[in-house]
């Protein structure tokens, strides 16, 4: 039997959701893998994030099986065990770097995909804990917990030094453009979290804002600091509603290298501003103590431009995601290399569509205006690690939602016809119904209710 058919899985669809169910190799249900990636699939993760956790369930459960063990008592000790099957089968598989070995060269990727999946299998345990499956599963072992990690206190300790111990080391995965430095689906919700728990009002709308803009328009830190509340101005947007433009255009005072690029902004994000300029801005204002906001959108606390502006953003954002434990160097310019990530897929999928270039070069010449570079290569650091298997995705996702939706439409369009013929068919008795009255000399029932209207 191979390694991962200990464990195998079934594709369900519940409430429009692809969800898997596992089973051990005599083909009875496993409850906890399949609770977790239920977890995972409610989180909203990317189908290829999903994929790897589906993955690592397989084989975390086959090998707890094949060492006939429960994954109740996972500890260190049989957590490094497993740390080193896994890499055997990454090793093994056809595109491992490994079989490049042959060749003189030794890489580091089988370890480093190996890493990877051991720091979910952390996760898988922390939520385990989490819902109360067991109570000292992950934690500190000196307090009764069987996998050391500091995941369970990670918002009181000062570094990531221990979150994932077990973790290879000096594999190169701090290198510069890593696809990692991407922010995730549950970073940026952690992100958000923090921020919403600010005792400062306005603070706390004014980094929300600025994590929707980086977010939705891919702008560095130079650019969102140097926006002004004019660029926003209501008449320039009623001009621009009155056109019927599809995104609002602003160009940024300051920007990277003197760039003097203009970004469009959805129509969501423009009333959010204004939304925030009208209100949380405003009020904040309304002490006539504080000093000239000179228009600018974003201000101090004491009501003033940002000092150091971009420079500002940045020393903010760095403070709060080392409060998260993120990795040095995923700071707010993650969200950047997340926007960028997804415009990279987007861009693909439109091309696929109308037939157009879908080359890596043709992609980042498409989006280089959009994420304000002057030349297509400089988005190669972004989207490194990227491939067309996310436009794959996204396509295929698309293509699923069509099924569905025309599969709604034809039983939409039955049952219409359904309604339509018993219509008719009323139609038909009423018609009969009231030729018998004129033959008897009868009112019609009709007339004498509108009559009396």
Request: hydrophobic letters at 35%; charged letters at 30%; a positive charge.
């Amino acid at each position: 039997m191979a390694e991962t058919e200990w464990v195998t899985s079934r594709k369900v669809r519940e409430m429009g959701q692809e969800l898997y169910v596992f089973y051990d190799r005599d083909y009875r249900p496993l409850a906890v893998p399949t609770d977790y990636y239920i977890h995972i699939a409610n989180q909203q993760l990317s189908p290829h994030t999903q994929a790897k956790v589906h993955t690592d369930l397989v084989r975390l459960f086959s090998f707890l099986q094949q060492k006939k063990r429960n994954w109740l008592s996972m500890d260190d000790k049989l957590l490094k065990e497993y740390r080193d099957w896994y890499l055997v089968q990454v090793k093994a598989e056809p595109q491992s770097e490994a079989r490049q070995v042959q060749n003189g060269r030794k890489g580091n990727a089988p370890k480093r995909t190996t890493n990877d999946a051991l720091r979910r299998t952390y996760q898988f345990y922390r939520w385990a804990q989490e819902e109360q499956r067991h109570p000292r599963l992950i934690g500190e072992t000196a307090d009764g917990a069987q996998i050391y990690s500091r995941l369970t206190t990670r918002h009181d300790a000062n570094d990531n030094e221990d979150l994932y111990p077990l973790t290879f080391e000096r594999i190169g995965e701090g290198t510069r453009h890593r696809g990692d430095r991407s922010a995730t689906e549950d970073d940026y919700k952690e992100l958000v979290a923090l921020i919403n728990r600010s005792p400062t009002p306005y603070i706390r709308k004014r980094d929300s804002l600025i994590v929707q803009i980086i977010s939705e328009t891919g702008q560095r830190p130079d650019a969102i600091a140097s926006l002004t509340i004019h660029d926003f101005a209501a008449d320039k947007i009623t001009k621009a509603e009155r056109r019927g433009e599809n995104k609002f255009s602003v160009q940024p005072a300051r920007q990277k290298f003197g760039y003097e690029n203009v970004f469009d902004f959805d129509w969501t994000l423009v009333h959010s501003i204004t939304a925030y300029i009208e209100g949380a801005r405003k009020d904040h204002l309304a002490d006539k103590s504080r000093g000239c906001d000179q228009g600018m959108l974003l201000l101090t606390s004491n009501g003033t431009p940002l000092k150091n502006g971009g420079k500002s953003i940045t020393k903010r954002f760095n403070y709060l995601t080392k409060k998260l434990l993120w990795p040095k160097g995923k700071s707010i310019y993650s969200l950047r290399h997340k926007w960028m990530n997804k415009r990279h897929d987007e861009e693909i999928r439109i091309q696929s569509e109308i037939g157009g270039d879908t080359s890596g070069k043709g992609v980042r010449a498409a989006i280089a205006k959009d994420a304000g570079h002057a030349s297509p290569d400089s988005a190669d650091s972004y989207l490194r690690a990227r491939s067309a298997l996310g436009a794959e995705t996204l396509a295929a996702q698309d293509h699923q939602k069509l099924i569905e939706l025309r599969t709604e439409l034809a039983a939409n369009a039955a049952q219409e016809a359904f309604l339509l013929d018993r219509l008719a068919h009323y139609e038909r008795l009423i018609e009969l119904y009231e030729t018998t009255l004129v033959k008897h000399g009868l009112p019609l029932a009709t007339k004498s209710i509108q009559s009396k209207s």
